[in-house]
């Protein structure tokens, strides 16, 4: 296996069934991988919405909502409390769910370029710079 970069339409890439003997393969793979850079941005945008979303389902009340949860009895007053911390569970445990995923096609991507195909790490650098045009635009909509 070479140590450097190569220009070359064979390679195996991450698994042993996954081997890669011509161009229109080279070329299936590139997309593969892009595809793969483009899904982890877009995971990182995932992770970032869901985590403004749960700050903004725990915001700090308004003086006009505390007048009016002290104006309640005290056993209406821990119904809130416990949508908020299971709200809070869901999103955190969502957030989890989505940094595993992120983690696993983090390294998948990380052994793909250890192929040391010059292809492939195109196809990583461009599927990242098109995931992050494509997902960030995303985080100013909430």
Known sequence: MA??????DEVVLLFDFWSVHTPAGMAISVLVVLLLAVLYESLKVGKARLLHQALMSLSIPTSQQLIEETD???SSDSLPDSRSHLR?????FGQS??????VVIGYFMMLAV???????FFGV???S???YYLAYPLLSMT
Do not use: K, R
């Open 3 to 8: 140590m450097h970069f190569i220009f070359s």
């Open 72 to 74: 309640q009895d005290s």
């Open 88 to 92: 809070w569970f869901l999103c955190h």
């Open 97 to 102: 769910l989505l940094h595993i995923a992120q």
């Open 114 to 120: 250890m192929s040391y195909n010059t292809w492939i």
């Open 125 to 127: 650098v461009l599927g």
């Open 129 to 131: 710079g098109v995931g």
